[in-house]
């Protein structure tokens, strides 16, 4: 089977962002989270591999928090990885 990109984006309020970012981890798929403010520049860009777990998303979460905490307003744009029928 190949795998095949696609990617979608959600906007959401400050305070939601931790949360959503937290979920689309936990989904497991995901392969790249970009955070961007409401004007759509870019401020933190999440690679994702398979078994980033624990420890290692500590400081990811920590960071993600930071900028929740200053923008009001943001897009989370992801990058998915689907499997596709050969």
Same mark, same amino acid.
Do not use: W, Y
């Given at each position: 089977?190949?795998?095949?990109?696609? *990617?979608? +984006?959600?906007? !959401?309020? /400050?305070?939601?962002?931790?949360?959503? !970012?937290?979920?689309? #981890? @936990? *989904?497991? @798929?995901?392969?790249? #989270?970009?955070?961007?403010?409401? +004007? /759509?520049?870019? $401020? #933190? !860009? &999440?690679? $994702?591999?398979?078994?980033?777990? /624990?420890?290692? &998303?500590?400081? !990811? &979460?920590?960071?993600?928090?930071? #900028?929740?905490?200053?923008?009001?307003?943001?897009?989370?744009?992801? *990058?998915?990885? *689907?499997?596709?029928?050969?």
């Amino acid at each position: 089977m190949a795998a095949k990109k696609k *990617e979608e +984006s959600f906007k !959401v309020k /400050g305070e939601h962002l931790l949360a959503k !970012v937290k979920q689309l #981890i @936990n *989904e497991g @798929n995901i392969r790249k #989270i970009t955070i961007k403010d409401k +004007s /759509g520049k870019t $401020l #933190i !860009v &999440l690679p $994702l591999t398979i078994g980033v777990v /624990g420890a290692v &998303l500590a400081p !990811v &979460l920590a960071a993600v928090g930071a #900028i929740a905490a200053l923008v009001t307003e943001c897009t989370i744009s992801v *990058e998915r990885e *689907e499997k596709r029928k050969s």
